[in-house]
């Protein structure tokens, strides 16, 4: 079992940087497939980007491609997402996410993994 700790969020004017953590404990790390997914009021939750084992694949929402950046330290056992030119519509709780036996071709579906952590905030103002 792996447990995982969002930080990073908080209040940033569109166009502004913030850049998100997952620090995970528990098993191996890097035999975990990583994820960020987000929610806004109303909304279901949704891909935002992910991340093979090794760090070598990284995959995103059209809708923050160019923008956002996934990246991950498996010797500090912690995945980043890096948000550039944030937007209103980028307004939503964020989640990391976690699993040892997703696929390429699932790695996008947010029922296909085990663990999650509790969300952090992230809120762009115009």
């Known amino acids: 079992q792996v447990q995982l700790v969002e930080a990073g969020g908080g209040l940033v004017q569109a166009g502004g940087s913030l850049r998100l953590s997952c620090a995970a404990s528990?098993?191996?790390?890097?035999?975990?497939?990583m994820g960020w997914f987000r929610q806004a009021p109303g909304k279901e939750r949704e891909f935002v980007a992910a991340?093979?084992?090794?760090?070598?694949?990284?995959y995103y929402a059209d809708s923050v491609k160019g923008r956002f950046t996934i990246s991950r330290d498996n010797a500090k056992n912690t995945a980043y997402l890096q948000m550039n030119s944030l937007k209103p519509e980028d307004t939503a709780v964020y989640y990391c996410a976690a699993d040892s036996k997703i696929t390429i071709a699932t790695i996008t579906r947010r029922y296909e993994y085990d663990y999650w952590g509790q969300g952090t905030q992230v809120t762009v103002s115009s």
């Open positions: 991340i093979s084992r090794s760090g070598g694949s990284t």
């Open positions: 528990g098993r191996t790390f890097s035999s975990y497939a």
